[in-house]
C-alpha cells in the first residue's frame, strides 16, 4: 500500500521555525518527485515546493523562497521542509503528495498543481501568530 505519512507542525510565533517530514512506504521512492502543498480556510490548495526522485531540482512558491528549504533523503525513504522565518500567512495545513509521473510534474520553474500529483499525506497543521 502507497503511503506518505507526516509529522511535524504546530504552533509557532511569527518569524519562528519548523520542520515537517513526509516518509514514504509502499512504493519505489527514489523513483518520484515529492511536492509539498498547502491550503488555508477558506482557500484552494496551493503548490509551495517539489525535489525532484534524485534531490538535485527544487521549486519554491515565491512567496517561500528564501525562507523554506526541501530536501529528502532516498536511504531513509523521507522529505523534509524546513520552513524559516514563518509568518501569519503560512497558517495552514500542509500536505506532502507524489509525482505519479516520476519527475514529471517538479521541474526548478514551473509551479506545481495539486492536481497534478497523489497519494497524498493525511496533512498537518501548521500555525503562525503574531
Known amino acids: 500500500e502507497v503511503q506518505l505519512v507526516q509529522s511535524g507542525g504546530g504552533l509557532v510565533q511569527a518569524g519562528g521555525s519548523l520542520r515537517l517530514s513526509c516518509a514514504a512506504s509502499?512504493?519505489?521512492?527514489?523513483?518520484?518527485?515529492i511536492g509539498w502543498f498547502r491550503q488555508a480556510p477558506g482557500k484552494e490548495r496551493e503548490g509551495v515546493s517539489c525535489?525532484?526522485?534524485?534531490?538535485?531540482?527544487?521549486y519554491y512558491t515565491d512567496s517561500v523562497k528564501g525562507r523554506f528549504t526541501i530536501s529528502r533523503d532516498n536511504a531513509k525513504k523521507t522529505v523534509w521542509l524546513q520552513m524559516n522565518s514563518l509568518q501569519p500567512d503560512d497558517t495552514a495545513v500542509y500536505y506532502c503528495?507524489?509525482?505519479?509521473?516520476?519527475?514529471?510534474?517538479?521541474?526548478?520553474?514551473?509551479?506545481?498543481?495539486?492536481?497534478?500529483?497523489?497519494?497524498w499525506g493525511q496533512g498537518t497543521q501548521v500555525t503562525v501568530s503574531s
Open positions: 503528495a507524489a509525482d505519479p509521473g516520476g519527475d514529471l510534474y517538479c521541474s526548478a520553474d514551473d509551479p506545481i498543481s495539486p492536481h497534478d500529483f497523489g497519494s
Open positions: 525535489v525532484n526522485s534524485a534531490g538535485y531540482t527544487t
Open positions: 509502499g512504493f519505489a521512492f527514489d523513483d518520484f518527485a
